[in-house]
């Protein structure tokens, strides 16, 4: 029998190229996943710790962040990460200032209620907001920038450093934030306004 | 111009903030680097699994092959040593050639 005789060769030849394939194929894909993560890690661990005042927070976000990416997508196209991994980083950071303002209704309930607001997401300012005002003065600009951004409602934080810093459009802002167009054009507005007030003594 | 003033201060924001994402310290980059390290390992096997699975496909088809060339063509007959030793000698053979006069005569014997 010719063909039994040479058959099994040839797919013990075929089966170790397809698995030498794979192989390379799995290392490239890593390698280029890794790229990736490495471009995109130290700007998502700012925009986290802009967001939560806090390292070791913005640290966990971004490592959460991370994970979700690898085990959902990474059989994905390499240039659908980054509108991915901002729609999972922001969602994560929501998740985070929930958790925080349901902390903070229970502590109002418990102790005082001041906090009112409707939509806290929209308003809520930094839980650990620093007061940019008493700083301005006598920081550099970079800090200053950074005490400002921390102080700015999380939804403006948001649209400012997705449209300036990761040079997203305003549908994919709007697609990582998970809003509206017209929601990003106000928020980015209205950040870019008060920045520019605050920020006027080093940047006029 | 307000829009030139509005992009030199982006320009200026965004060059800021790059400034400090490379001058983060030596502890939060090497924490980033094991959340990276942690993320890759996270993914999912898929493809490794179906190589494992083609090379044991591969191996049982050589298996497979390797029984039907060389097992043997015909297996022997035999259902008995009684058998075997009936056949080899040749006093087995004149028995079988003489089967039909035996019966008549274990008939016969019966009957008498």
Known sequence: MPTA??????DSLQATHA?????????????????????????????????????????DIVQDAMLALARLYSKRQPDEWGPLFHRILQSRIHDWYRRRRTQHRWLAWLGKDDDNDEDPLAALPDPDARRPEEQLGNTRAGVALETALGALPLRQQQA???????????????????CSEGSVKTHYSRAVHTLRELLEDHWP | MTDDKESRFIAAAKAALDRSAQQLDELTIARLRAARSKALEARPRRLAWLAVGGLATAALTATLVAFLLFAPAVAPPVSGLEQVDLLSDNDGLELYRDLEFYRWLAEHADAA
């Not at chain 1, 005789?5 to 040839?10: F, K, M, N, R």
């Not at chain 1, 894909?29 to 939560?52: C, P, Y």
């Open chain 1, 160 to 178: 400012f450093l997705l449209r300036t810093w990761e040079g997203l459009d305003v549908a994919a802002t709007a697609a990582a934030m998970g």
């Open chain 1, 19 to 59: 698995a030498q394939h794979t192989r390379e194929e799995s290392l490239e894909s890593r390698e280029t996943l890794e790229r990736f993560l490495a471009g995109i890690e130290r700007r998502a661990f700012r925009m986290a710790q802009f967001a939560t005042g806090n390292r070791d927070e913005a640290l």
């Open chain 1, 5 to 10: 005789d040479t058959g099994a060769p040839a």
